[in-house]
């Protein structure tokens, strides 16, 4: 079996113009690792059969770009015509799409190889893979433990090399969060850099969809293909910008700060700890650090339970049974009957507990009460964070409060929300940020936070921690 | 400690369009409850100010019709007759 996903995608791009290696050698590999490793459960659709036949199309076709000939896995609340998407909720069981995505059209035009669809929490609602209707999937470090979400399967696939890239999406940390608990790189870009057209929407003031890789420059690679503005996504902006162009360059001189509130007691300690080892070694770099406070991050939860929920409670109204989807087989006397015993077989626990939860919040007295209230702190709390970019270049902090813990663990859902208590502010005001890989013996994420739209700075400064910086110390 | 009874478990299932029973709603309570006592916390705050809806600073546009192909929008649907979409209705 070979091992082409160990390289960078420079590098087999490369082998691919030299015709060392042709796009069915790396659609094969992606197959046989992904039939060595179904028990990782991080795929729900396969897209076997026109992979194979893209690959062999593209053999008369001239390498023409990096990601040409690349196989790609892609979440599954991606829609791809003609191939199933899932959400992983048994309401899209047999749902096919009859459109593509932007980011898919992107992909297919630059002749990239879809390889399948990844498992999720269902509808992206979940931090550990495990409200998914097609069962959890394992970590790729440890297979007793939980992988993240709600981007599990495409961390674990990325992870484990059964492909080199892929496509999740993040509302509170949905990228980052597996990204860290299965050492891989994840980034969520600027709230607009990437078309949400054809992202089933969670929570439309959230949502992104982001690169999933093993390297640095892999990431910034794949965020170049997919971003930019779309009229079909009126929230999208443009980009002229090759997220490639600060990698290699030396940090130097730079400023980072570390929010307080991110090496709290909340944060393991021995997560502190390697943290403070990255610190030090940034200020052997001539990196100024600095701490400082954001007031109201730690409304973040509430903010998050409110405003996200009261988002996907309207967003998946649309889930009724009658244009696509599942339907109940109950004998009913009424629509509305059939629209309630519909969505309530559809749907999986978490699902319903967050729809209420949004519906509750925006009924009646309660938008002013909670919703708009929380729109005035989201405010607050992001003005907050922009200020700090007039000082600082980025802001740093571990991406999660733990490790990887128990599958079946079963916190309540009250508390399961806490597992992104460090990434949803960034959410909140719509800044770039990514997961890095620093832990050495158990999966630990740097979180890079950036200003709006500056993901290039995030990728300089990842690219030298990753070069430079010696995980095991 | 904030309590939601049984006929405001009811309403909320009903405008999330969600059947409840008497057994659902005591499966539901207890997390419901949990995470309104969390979002209550904002309460205490007194911020009623300038809104944020979205992070974007786009204006809305509109942009002239364009031409897309005609895809059949019923394929997915599962009781179709043409164009129509059937829901079927016992009578009481």
Redesign the interface.
Known sequence: MSNYFDLPLITINQKLKNKEIKPIDLVNEAFEKIENNMEYNAFITLNKEKAIKKAIELENKEVDNILFGIPIALKDNIITKDLKTTCASKILDD??P??DSTVVKKLNKLNAIIIGKTNMDEFAMGSTNETSYYGPVLNAIDKTKVPGGSSGGSAVSVALKMVPISLGSDTGGSIRQPSAFNNVVGLKP???RVSRYGLVAFS??LDQIGPITNSVIDNAILLNAISGID?KD????ETNEDFTSEIGKTISGMKVCIPNFYMSEKVDIEIRNKINKVINFLKLNNVLVDYVDINFID?A???Y??IALAEA?SNL?RF??????Y?TDK???????????T??EG?G?EV??R???????L?GKNVD??F?????????L?DNMYQLFNHYDLIIGPTTTGFPYDLGTNK???ES?MDDILTIPVNM???PAMSLPIGSNKPIGLQIIGN?FDEKTIYKFAAFLESNYKRGE | MYKLSNEQIMHVADLAKLHMNDLDIEKYRKDLDEILNNIETIESLNINEEIMISPSNNFNVFSNKEEEDKVDVLINVKNRAGDFIKVEVENE
């Open positions: 749902f096919i009859i459109y600027t709230y607009g439309s003031s009229n009126l929230t999208s902006s409304y939860i509430p903010l339970q409110i409670s109204a009724d049974g009658v244009r696509f989807g339907k004998k009913i006397t009424n629509i509305d009957d059939f629209y309630k015993y969505r309530n749907f626990d319903k507990r729809i209420m939860i949004g519906s509750y919040v009924s009460i909670y708009k209230k929380a729109l005035s702190i989201r405010k607050k992001s309540s859902s009250n929300f005001a719509g800044l709006m």
